[in-house]
């Protein structure tokens, strides 16, 4: 097993791809810790799947913006398995709706802009004292960090967009310390996201000019999260990797 003996943090890590990720790095021998903020059910049906794939796992509930959460979030991931954290997923981010900019305020900004970014530097923060050399920290960015985003996700790309520049900052600051990190920009990806805020007709179209002539997979994202948090992957830092069948080229 490639994470025999890790502990692995997967915010977000209760559904969708965040379940995949949880899945997998738990197949690969990982103690998951599986964050959730609203998703309850789905947290512990993501257990209860570890559990059965032979794994093990908790969930711990928390709002990643806020900085006493994440603390929280810290402490139970020690007291159940350790002082030692070598993984950290963030997967936490969301678009929450399209709305042009004459429509968007500051709350609108605030929300957007803490759930995507805000929610990265807090748990990068809490966890990177409690993490060996060795240790992998893997941020969700998005192919609109890239392109900009589709209309009325402005701010949801600008976040994204943020997300890449922070990783490669991170990877400089933390690389001397032995933490690699790095990122996953994923494109269209048959989630719930995209069942609440992309039109079935966009999505079909998207899938027709990929030149894979698809969309993504949940799995096809954790696999790449697991690349990136294993050992085979220990000379890649700072990088932002998309995983969008070709409709995007860095």
Do not use: C
């Not at 990797?241 to 860095?250: C, E, L």
């Amino acid at each position: 097993m490639k994470l025999q003996g890790k502990v692995a943090i997967v915010t977000g890590g209760a559904r969708d791809i965040g379940r995949e990720v949880s899945l997998r790095l738990a197949k690969e021998g990982a103690k998951v810790v599986i964050n959730y903020f609203g998703s309850e059910a789905e947290a512990t049906e993501t257990k209860k799947l570890v559990i059965e794939a032979g794994g093990e796992a908790i969930t711990v509930q928390g709002d990643m913006t806020k900085w006493t959460e994440v603390e929280s979030l810290i402490e139970q991931t020690k007291k159940a398995y350790g002082d030692a954290i070598h993984i950290l997923v963030n997967v936490v981010g969301g678009l929450f709706g399209r709305k042009p900019i004459e429509e968007q305020d500051e709350a609108w900004y605030n929300l957007v802009m803490d759930v995507n970014m805000k929610s990265i530097f807090f748990t990068t923060k809490a966890t990177i004292g409690a993490m060996p050399s060795g240790s992998s920290i893997i941020n969700f960015s998005s192919q609109a960090g890239r392109d900009g985003g589709g209309g009325g996700a402005s701010l949801y790309a600008t976040a994204k967009g943020a997300v890449m520049t922070y990783t490669r900052a991170m990877a400089k600051e933390l690389g001397p310390k032995g933490i690699r990190v790095n990122a996953v920009a994923p494109g269209m990806i048959a989630t719930s996201f995209h069942d609440r805020f992309t039109k079935p007709e966009i999505r079909t179209n998207v899938a027709a000019s990929t030149p894979l002539r698809r969309q993504g997979d949940a799995k096809d994202v954790a696999d790449l999260v697991l690349y990136l948090a294993s050992d085979e992957s220990s000379f890649l830092t700072g990088t932002n990797v998309d995983i969008n069948g070709g409709t995007y080229f860095s």
